[in-house]
């Protein structure tokens, strides 16, 4: 064998290689002893009579070399000869857990050229995980590399060969022309055909509209609005499975397995797998199992003190042996429900009240929390007085704000309203136009009973935010087109007013959680980057280089977005459950959607629209924050500005003009489905960029990075450190504020903790909701995050992985910068009263629940 990369190959010359793959069973193996009964549904984690490592040797796999320089008669790569693998490799330092290697040789000469990709087949009747080949004294090569991760099934059940590519980068202009054949033949079995129900070993990415949602063959009271595909209810596209429809609606699709392409499906044995099929088992076992409990009175269903709130986490909740028994013996159940061998439930401490239990109550941190909690990303500056409504008025009447300037000016300090607001001194949580249209649907179910709420607040002198004036609206009783009636609660510190006004800040937190789950988690981020995967897929080459950098933040998210439709945003799944939009839950979302807009995603555009910047070019990333200790936008701007950055210098690369860019077809292509397509309900609005610029692609791709790391990371590793105390982030009003001559407002006068709690969430919904926001709040242990990769070898090219390292170390030094701030006193909101510093945007983090780090994807 020649070394390096010196000289030719001999006309006999072998190849040498080294195959890594994992087994289907691998994760039983390593991680857990059982799972039969449990899960019960989804892939089978044991498998059928799986073959151990020696049924890899012989002819069960072969291999083949594609040349990428060296072309048939048809133009295409010569081929080279079945290749099989030899011996097991014992032992690797670089072997990831559960990972095995084994040595292959490949017939290879001179006259056949540099291999560029190769053809695998599977005998076995058992799938694989195929993580890597790796080509040793390639010459004028050296060692190459395929970085394959994917499943591969059977060699019969593909209707094209599979097919692997080295970890070299092509725009489709420069892919060498033998390989041009094969790439292209690559992304059109990635499309499919668009027909059929998609089977378990599928690669197919395709597009549906959200009909799997209800399950109206069960019931009338299950069937749910199809969203996407129409003005009434529009929505981004997900995945298309190609299920049989229902019985009694011909547009939805029968619930059940959800289809994901398969290396979207345990493409990465991962740990947050089993955070996953923790929820599944969460809804399929333990909580029906829970809810019987609440059924037969074993436990009464209202927390009776804020006493018997905190011991949910301190001394646990009682029950009966056999409802603990359904918990599953995953490990992140074991770890979440932790009964020390007794009958009782006990949850983690949140961060909240680690150090004070009652720093929740002070209008500080009610305030602090807008731009420092779990949703930071929705609160404004006001900009005009009295607060406006965009509700259709021909629909809705007059939806303009009743509150007054005196209501604003008893504790404005000696401003008055204009000139607060000319000084932007200013604020408002606003989430009236939200609500309204769904309330009078809302409040005839028996649990809830809401209002829609604005909240004005004042910029201090020691920049912290006071809350002035809380307005509570309902629709008019009469018709919807008389506008609607409101009350304005203000701060009292004594009495029943300081009662009522700790309610109003309860149902504006009831609102604030149901906007975050509906939309600024799941909508913002979760739903509207589904398209971008399936489209990225179906139209960019592996080979691609914005495939290469967009790839590691699509991992894992079409798979965590089917099981939410199976078992979050469902029909009488967890969200409707818990929170107050009930049935209409993501309804609400869809008519959030009909005014997402791509290029607001982007933070600083985000920021100036909500009016909490302005552009100054003599500020850091040329804006000037308006609350100048924001921690999520403080933090935010420079993972944001470390974003761009790398992503301006990787597509600099390989687009040196503008026209390079509008030439490349895949790129437009995939930019033309997203549009058209994933987002097709709003293919025509007039801000979708055109891709047709460098700097167009740049802020796209960086907008697309920033969604479903940062931005996803914000909005949801905060809530269990926040909302596990539910009396702090409470996901359900059932009444609205007693008036005065009620038994509820005597009731009120006596018992206000009794008031309080009657009012938000109750025992059941409580424990439903800590125990899945518990999972979705950790992190696993194999989790990438934000500045890593997964494989070092995720490209050949050393400008890239250059490029890629300064973006690790600018990564690095915010790390320290924001460690630095938490520490800095005179920054109140980065603790404020709950001494809980503002962590969730350091990059990198530790296993477990841990309130901070950025992970690449949207994974759980």
């Keep these: 064998m020649y070394s390096g990369v010196k000289g030719l190959f001999n006309r006999s010359q072998k190849v040498k290689g080294r195959v890594v793959l994992m087994r289907k069973n691998v994760l039983d193996i390593n991680s857990i002893t059982s799972v039969k009964g449990v899960i019960g549904t989804g892939i089978n984690l044991l498998g059928s009579a799986v073959d151990g490592l020696t049924s890899f040797l012989g002819r069960s796999v072969s291999l083949q070399l594609i040349s990428s320089t060296k072309p048939d008669a048809n133009g295409n790569g010569i081929i080279g000869k079945k290749t099989y693998l030899e011996g097991i490799i014992s032992s690797i330092p670089t072997l990831g857990a559960g990972q095995s290697a084994f040595n292959i040789h490949f017939e290879w000469d001179g006259e056949m050229g540099i291999p560029g990709a190769f053809i695998i087949k599977n005998y076995m009747q058992v799938e694989f995980f195929l993580v890597s080949l790796t080509l040793e004294d390639i010459p004028n090569q050296g060692t190459m590399h395929f970085v394959c991760n994917s499943w591969v099934y059977n060699s019969k059940v593909y209707e094209n060969d599979r097919i692997f590519f080295a970890s070299q980068t092509y725009v489709p202009s420069e892919t060498p022309g033998p390989l041009v054949t094969y790439r292209e033949a690559e992304l059109k079995a990635l499309r499919g055909n668009g027909s059929g129900k998609r089977k378990e070993w599928d690669r197919v990415y395709d597009y549906d509209v959200y009909n799997d949602l209800g399950n109206p063959d069960s019931g009338e009271n299950l069937a749910r609005p199809v969203l996407g595909g129409s003005v009434t209810y529009p929505y981004p596209r997900r995945g298309r499975t190609g299920r049989k429809p229902t019985k009694k609606d011909l547009k939805s699709e029968k619930p059940g397995e959800v289809y994901v392409p398969r290396d979207e499906n345990f493409g990465h044995l991962k740990s947050s797998d089993f955070l996953s099929y923790g929820i599944k088992s969460l809804s399929r076992n333990f909580l029906p199992a829970l809810k019987s409990v609440f059924d037969l009175n074993f436990t009464p269903n209202e927390f009776d003190s804020f006493e018997e709130v905190r011991s949910l986490c301190e001394g646990g909740i009682k029950l009966p042996t056999d409802i603990l028994c359904k918990i599953s013996p995953l490990p992140v159940l074991k770890e979440i429900f932790r009964t020390d061998g007794e009958s009782v439930l006990k949850f983690s401490v949140p961060d909240l009240i680690k150090v004070s239990k009652s720093a929740w109550m002070t209008d500080e941190e009610f305030a602090r929390e807008m731009i420092a909690g779990v949703n930071p990303c929705v609160i404004r500056r006001l900009q005009e007085f009295p607060p406006l409504s965009k509700l259709d008025p021909s629909v809705y009447g007059d939806q303009t704000s009743k509150m007054t300037k005196e209501h604003l000016e008893i504790n404005l300090e000696g401003l008055t309203v204009d000139k607060a607001i000319e000084d932007k001194r200013l604020f408002i949580l606003d ?20 209002y829609a709420t604005r909240t004005i607040l004042l910029l201090k002198d020691d920049g912290t935010l006071k809350p002035l004036a809380i307005e509570l609206s309902l629709p008019h009783p009469g018709q919807q087109n008389l506008g609607f009636y409101s009350k304005v609660i203000l701060p009292a510190n004594e009495g029943v007013e300081s009662t009522i006004w700790l309610l109003a800040k309860a149902h504006v937190i009831v609102n604030d959680s149901c906007y975050h789950q509906l939309i600024s988690h799941w909508l913002n981020t979760h739903a509207v980057i589904e398209p971008f995967v399936i489209a990225t897929n179906r139209n960019l080459s592996v080979l691609h280089p914005v495939y290469k950098l967009l790839f590691p933040h699509y991992r894992d998210t079409m798979n965590i977005n089917a099981l939410a439709r199976q078992s979050l945003i469902n029909a009488d799944g967890f969200i409707e459950q818990t929170f107050l939009g009930g049935k209409y839950a993501v309804e609400i979302s869809s008519a959030f959607y009909k005014n997402w807009v791509f290029t607001d995603q982007a933070l600083p555009a ?61 790129l437009q292509a995939w930019w033309k489905e997203v549009v058209e397509k994933g987002h097709g309900d709003l293919k025509d609005k007039a801000w979708w960029p055109k891709a047709h610029t460098r700097e167009e692609l740049i802020q796209s791709c960086s907008t697309i990075i920033w969604t479903a790391s940062a931005l996803h990371a914000a909005v949801n590793f905060g809530q269990y450190p926040y909302g596990g105390f539910i009396l702090n982030r409470p996901t359900l009003s059932r009444r609205l504020i007693p008036e005065k001559g009620t038994p509820e407002y005597d009731e009120m006068v006596k018992n206000p903790q009794k008031a309080y709690l009657r009012t938000i969430t109750p025992k059941y919904q409580a424990l439903v909701d800590l125990s899945v926001i518990e999972i979705l709040s950790r992190h696993a242990s194999d989790e990438v995050y934000l500045g890593q990769r997964d494989n070092p070898n995720w490209t050949s090219d050393p400008r890239a992985i250059e490029a890629f390292k300064k973006f690790g170390k600018r990564l690095e030094e915010i790390e320290t910068k924001i460690s630095e701030r938490n520490h ?16 969730v945007l350091l990059p990198t983090s530790e296993t477990g629940l841990t309130f901070r780090g950025i992970p690449n994807s949207i994974s759980i």
């Design 824 to 839: 800095d006193p005179k920054l109140r909101n980065r603790t404020g009263p709950a001494q809980l510093p503002y962590t």
């Design 606 to 666: 985000d920021l100036i629209k909500r009016g909490m910047a302005i552009e100054d070019s003599s500020c850091p990333y040329g804006l000037r924050l308006v609350v100048e200790d924001y921690p999520y936008a403080v933090d935010g701007l420079e993972i944001w500005n470390a974003i761009k950055i790398w992503v301006q210098d990787y597509v600099s690369l390989y687009y040196a003009t503008d026209d390079a860019v509008k030439k490349d077809h895949e």
């Design 431 to 450: 989430h009236h136009d939200v609500f309204l249209p769904f309330l009078r649907r809302i409040n005839e179910s028996k649990l809830a009973k809401s």
